[in-house]
């Protein structure tokens, strides 16, 4: 499939490689050093109405899918990998809403999201369900106007700075596998607790933390859906939109090692020949083959993204395949420049030693990539997912 251009893509890919070289990058170390929330990163993203990339134009967002959301987390992932999770989470949540919106969750949060008024992320995984996120141990009960929501989520990504969480949960009586229904809770909403902030080995800037409900009320209207249904959501929109937003980060996190391995080997020059450690036919021959497992991973994560915005009843395996194999490489990769750096990428947080870490933290990232590939090898032989 071709790669197709638009003139909104282009302009927001303008946009965001701009807001990259002004803000993102200059930040990008101690990002990862302190393992601060990019704060910078997402308030310049909604200055310039980047928040809004997955909400309908209708309602002042850009209309985007997922090409647009891949080729973007990956412009911002090059630089920041943190600030891209932290920003395609953001969109995730959106299109989860955006999905099935009433017009009140049009006019309280995706037009206050496509201003720039509002972060949104998922609230999904659980320590007792693992990575099996479709298995929400999380309750919800109605009381009059409201459901009060108990239990407590993991891993929630810009966790305590989001304006609102989009959280999985069963009803408190009782569902079948896979049944589960997906509220809004709003960031002030009573009986929400943040636990400690979770100091991760990579991604360390993206505000993981666990979050506790505990009688916590949320409105009706708040529902996204109709109770139960939300088993949909998983394969429809919770795994494509979340999934190209990975794969795009990690695609970044690839380019970036690659780029730090070609400036390596131009640069370095030995002091005994004059000559650059680029004229080694053994370096050559290992930058090559980082180049053309860049490309390849990068075909496969355009195709995927491609044919899901079109529809395209095949799509599934490509979706599924694209976050593994974009892990795979950045993993490889990263590991690559390591060596090609020699010395200088071993000091203390180097640039390319931080790559590695981040770029490792996609194998244990649900859906990790064990359970992506048996998903991928399922879908191609026409067996159920689940």
Avoid at 122 to 132: F, I, K, Q, R, V
Avoid at 250 to 257: F, S
Avoid at 315 to 334: M, S
Avoid at 337 to 363: F, K
Wanted: a negative charge.
């Amino acid at each position: 499939m071709v790669r197709l251009h638009s003139p909104i893509l282009d302009r927001l890919t303008t946009l965001t490689r701009q807001i990259v070289e002004d803000t993102v990058l200059p930040h990008a170390e101690q990002v990862d050093r302190d393992g601060s929330w990019p704060e910078h990163s997402m308030r310049a993203f909604a200055q310039a109405g980047l928040l809004g990339l997955q909400v309908p134009g209708i309602l002042g967002g850009h209309g985007q899918g997922l090409h647009a959301l891949c080729h973007l987390t990956a412009l911002i992932g090059q630089a920041c990998p943190s600030s891209a999770l932290c920003f395609g989470m953001h969109c995730v949540g959106t299109a989860v809403i955006a999905a099935k919106a009433t017009d009140y969750q049009r006019d309280h949060y995706l037009r206050e999201i496509a201003a720039g008024r509002h972060i949104t992320t998922l609230a999904l995984s659980e320590s007792g369900t693992g990575a099996h996120f479709y298995l929400p141990e999380t309750t919800m009960a109605a009381q009059g106007d409201c459901y009060l929501l108990n239990g407590t989520k993991q891993f929630v990504t810009n966790g305590g700075r989001a304006d609102s969480y989009v959280v999985s949960t069963v009803a408190s009586g009782g569902a079948a596998e896979g049944d589960f229904s997906c509220m809004i809770v709003d960031a002030g909403t009573p009986g929400l607790t943040w636990l400690a902030p979770w100091h991760g080995f990579g991604m360390r800037g993206n505000s993981s933390r666990g979050l506790r409900l505990a009688d916590a009320p949320v409105p009706v209207q708040n529902l996204l859906g109709t109770e139960g249904d939300q088993v949909w959501y998983v394969f429809e929109v919770v795994a494509p939109y979340f999934l190209m937003a990975m794969a795009g980060t990690y695609l970044g996190i690839a380019q970036a090692a690659v780029d730090l391995a070609g400036e390596h080997l131009r640069n370095r020059r030995h002091s005994h020949t004059g000559g650059t450690l680029g004229e080694l036919e053994t370096m050559q021959t290992r930058y090559a083959a980082m180049w053309v497992a860049l490309q390849k991973t990068r075909a496969l994560v355009l195709e995927a993204a491609q044919r899901g915005d079109a529809g395209d009843p095949e799509a599934l395996p490509y979706i599924l395949a694209c976050k593994a194999d974009a892990g795979e490489t950045a993993v490889a990769l990263a590991n690559d420049a390591m060596t090609i750096c020699g010395g200088a990428a071993y000091r203390d947080n180097s640039r390319v030693a931080q790559l590695l870490r981040d770029a490792r933290a996609s194998h244990v990232m649900s859906p990790t990539t064990d359970m992506l590939r048996i998903w991928t090898g399922r879908a191609l032989l026409g067996m159920p997912l689940l």
